[in-house]
C-alpha cells in the first residue's frame, strides 16, 4: 500500500528524471485526477492509503506524462483567460500567447452592444468563449472542420453558460456563407509542413496535426481564412488574426489585397510579433 503523499513524491521523482521541469505540480494534478478531489483535499489527507486501482491509474498517468504527453491532455483540461476548458487530444491545447488576442478583442469592442463573432477554427472554444463571457450580449459563431472539437466546444459553452449565444456549424472556411460579421477572429493552423518536425515532442507527438500544420509555406490556411474574411466581414468590422512569428509581412500583404487596413501589431509575452489587428475598407 503507499499513501497519497508518497506517490506523488514518487511521480514527481520519475517526472524529474524525465527532465520535466513542472514534475511537482504535474504529479500532484495527476493525482488530483485519480482521486477526484482538489489541490486543498490532497493536502490535508497526505496519509491516506491511496486503493490499488487508483494508484496503478496514477502510475498509467505519470508513464504517460514521462513519455512528454502534455499534462492537459492527461487530466483533460486547461485554464486559458479567467476560466477552466475541457480539452481533448483532438483540439489544440490553448496557449497563453492566445490571451493577446482575447485582450485585444475586448479593447476595440469596448462600446459595442449585440455585435456578431465569427471565430474561425474555434477548436476547443477558447477565443470565442472568454468573449462571450465576458460581454454578455455579444453573439457568436464557431467554425471548425473537426466534429470533435466542435463536440468539445459545446461542452465548454454548456460549462460557461453561454450556450444560447453561440452557434457552432462543421464546415471548411472556403465553404462557409452564413452571415455578416463585426468581429472576426482566427488563430489557424500556421507551422510550415517541414518544420513540424522541429516542435517539441509534446507538441508534435500528442497535438493535432490539422490544427498545427499551415502547407508548404506555413501560410496556406491563413491565405484561405483572409480571403473569406473579406466576404463575410461587415464594412468596418474587425479581423484579428495570429499568425508565426516570421509570418507577419506576407501576411500583411495579403491582407492588404483584400481591402483591410492595418491597424496594429500585438506581441506575445516572448515579444514576438504574434496577432495582426485591421479593419475591412
Known amino acids: 500500500m503507499m499513501n497519497i503523499q508518497s506517490a506523488i513524491l514518487e511521480g514527481t521523482k520519475i517526472l524529474k528524471n524525465r527532465f520535466i521541469s513542472t514534475a511537482q505540480l504535474d504529479s500532484e494534478l495527476l493525482m488530483m485526477k485519480v482521486i477526484g478531489k482538489n489541490k486543498k483535499y490532497i493536502i490535508l489527507n497526505y496519509d491516506e492509503e491511496l486503493k490499488l486501482e487508483k494508484l496503478r491509474n496514477f502510475n ?34 490553448p496557449r497563453p500567447d492566445t490571451e493577446t488576442l482575447i485582450e485585444e478583442a475586448l479593447k476595440i469592442t469596448k462600446n459595442k452592444n449585440k455585435i456578431n463573432v465569427l471565430d474561425i477554427g474555434v477548436g476547443s472554444g477558447c477565443i470565442l468563449l472568454s468573449i462571450l463571457k465576458e460581454k454578455k450580449n455579444f453573439f457568436g459563431t464557431g467554425i471548425d472542420i ?6 468539445i466546444s459545446k461542452i465548454n459553452a454548456n460549462n460557461l453558460k453561454v450556450d444560447a449565444r453561440v452557434k457552432f456549424y462543421k464546415s471548411d472556411v472556403d465553404k462557409f456563407d452564413l452571415g455578416k460579421y463585426d ?3 482566427s488563430n489557424p493552423p500556421y507551422i510550415n509542413k517541414y518544420k513540424l518536425k522541429y516542435l517539441d515532442k509534446d507538441v508534435i507527438n500528442y497535438e493535432p496535426k490539422l490544427a498545427l500544420c499551415g502547407g508548404l509555406d506555413g501560410l496556406s490556411e491563413i491565405r484561405k481564412v483572409i480571403k ?9 468590422g474587425k479581423f484579428i488574426l495570429e499568425v508565426g512569428f516570421d509570418q507577419k509581412n506576407r501576411t500583411i500583404n495579403l491582407l492588404k489585397k483584400e481591402g483591410f487596413y492595418i491597424n496594429s501589431i500585438l506581441k506575445d509575452f516572448a515579444k514576438v510579433d504574434r496577432c495582426i489587428v485591421s479593419t475591412k475598407i
Open 183 to 185: 468581429l472576426i477572429l
Open 146 to 151: 473537426s466534429k470533435n472539437c466542435l463536440n
Open 228 to 236: 473569406k474574411s473579406s466576404d463575410l466581414i461587415k464594412k468596418n
Open 60 to 93: 498509467e498517468l505519470i508513464r504517460e506524462r514521462s513519455n512528454r504527453k502534455p499534462i492537459a491532455y492527461l487530466i483533460n483540461k486547461k485554464y486559458f483567460w479567467k476560466y477552466e476548458f475541457y480539452v481533448s487530444k483532438d483540439t489544440l491545447i
